[in-house]
């Protein structure tokens, strides 16, 4: 199935710390952007066909893969001035670039790209700054089996915040963090979409709020529940935590790099 990338929103729960316009799919995690981590996981379950909703920052991301450099994540042999790659990232990827607008919502993103879907009837869709390493395979297979409209990945709530339980007068019966409620979950960001969705996001609408709100309320929206590994890196904090679990060697996320591997060698993937 294709997969559609919103990339193009400001982030500015990020943009501050940033700066030069960088958007936050381009944020580094390792030798590599955010953007390139989501994409690799897609590209592991088979999934190779991407079409990125550029806006903010558009530039950064396409130089970024006009200039992409093999090299960087990849061993390779050099001999006689010759780069021989030990493996390649994305000679199979076909990406199409797409300009959304600057100021467009999620919703009105997806319309402006619908053209490049060629008419399929389901696709995959990400903001492109979660990773995790849920088991894309049957997430696909159990939405089919839900035959639901739209569906998305739901996740307990990462916050430290409590949950206070108090009455009229004020005498607080009981704390909760709210990661420990285990009736809250939280959109995980990872959807499975059928073209059904484009009936219900008015031009300049929210894919959330509008488009998976209206199908919950027909049935027709089913929640894969993953308690797995699922981070998000909406603040600079974030991203700094995943970038340091790279580079020590904890990456729950990084799905292909076991697959990657001869046998008999181990690898350093974990599972949370």
């Given at each position: ?28 995690v390792?030798?590599r ?6 994409m ?6 088979g999934?190779?066909e ?33 780069v ?6 994305i000679s ?9 607008g ?8 997806l319309?402006r790209?619908?053209p ?18 849920a088991?894309?395979?049957?997430i696909?297979?159990?939405?089919h089996?839900?035959?639901?409209a739209a ?6 709530p ?14 607080v019966s ?6 420990e409620?285990?009736?809250v ?10 073209d059904d969705?484009?009936?219900c ?5 929210d ?15 089913f ?5 797995g590994?699922?981070?998000p ?5 974030e ?7 790279y ?6 996320w990084?799905?292909w790099?076991s ?14």
């Amino acid at each position: 199935m294709k997969v559609v990338l919103f990339c193009g929103g400001y982030g500015m729960r990020m943009r501050d710390s940033v700066g030069s316009g960088m958007p936050k799919p381009m944020q580094m995690v390792g030798p590599r952007p955010l953007i390139w981590h989501v994409m690799h996981y897609y590209a592991h379950f088979g999934h190779t066909e991407f079409i990125l909703c550029l806006g903010y920052g558009a530039s950064h991301i396409k130089d970024y893969f006009l200039t992409y450099q093999e090299a960087a994540s990849n061993d390779f042999v050099m001999h006689g001035g010759q780069v021989e790659l030990m493996h390649s990232d994305i000679s199979n990827w076909r990406i199409t670039f797409v300009d959304t607008g600057l100021e467009s919502a999620i919703g009105e993103r997806l319309h402006r790209v619908r053209p490049f879907l060629d008419g399929d009837k389901h696709f995959l869709a990400n903001y492109a700054d979660v990773l995790t390493d849920a088991p894309l395979d049957e997430i696909v297979e159990r939405f089919h089996q839900s035959g639901a409209a739209a569906s998305m990945v739901i996740v307990p709530p990462e916050t430290s915040f409590h949950c206070v339980r108090v009455d009229e007068e004020g005498a607080v019966s009981g704390i909760t963090p709210l990661s420990e409620m285990a009736e809250v979950w939280i959109n995980g960001g990872y959807f499975v979409l059928s073209d059904d969705i484009f009936d219900c996001i008015p031009r300049g609408g929210d894919l959330v709020a509008d488009g998976c709100a209206a199908l919950a309320a027909e049935g027709r929206l089913f929640g894969y529940r993953y308690h797995g590994f699922w981070k998000p890196a909406d603040t600079f904090k974030e991203r700094a935590e995943l970038d340091e679990r790279y580079h020590l060697g904890d990456r729950p996320w990084m799905l292909w790099e076991s697959a990657e591997k001869p046998s008999g060698i181990g690898g350093d993937v974990g599972s949370e």
